[in-house]
């Protein structure tokens, strides 16, 4: 319950940061899509330079043929061969749009469908 509590107490924390920049009713529209965005990343994050030390050998391999050996390194049904993680795009706040692009740009086929869904690289 304590676990659920810090978490919770973390995304307001961070709704309270963007108070300046949004309206309430839009937290939603950032805090969910960002939300899952990082837990995507911290999922991948134990395999995810295994899968980019993989990427010259998938490279003349068809988009999906690529998502399917990738898929498998990772060890889920999905990838990010993007070189940013929310570390890297953090550390560069300068470029974070294009960084964040980049990130959201690098995930497989089927995590991107879910990512679209939230129209976050619209806003």
Not at 8 to 33: E, F
């Amino acid at each position: 319950m304590t676990l659920f509590k810090d978490k919770a107490n973390l995304i307001w924390g961070v709704a309270d940061l963007l108070r300046g920049d949004y309206k309430q009713s839009d937290y939603g529209k950032v805090i969910l899509p960002l939300t899952i965005l990082r837990r995507l990343d911290c999922v991948l994050a134990p395999t995810k330079q295994k899968v980019l030390d993989y990427l010259p050998k998938v490279k003349k391999l068809s988009d999906h043929a690529k998502d399917l050996t990738l898929n498998k390194i990772a060890g889920h049904n999905f990838h990010n061969r993007s070189q940013f993680d929310f570390a890297k795009l953090i550390a560069d706040p300068n470029h974070i749009a294009a960084n964040l692009r980049n990130h959201i740009n690098g995930y497989s086929a089927s995590a991107r469908e879910i990512i679209e869904y939230f129209s976050f690289v619209n806003r």
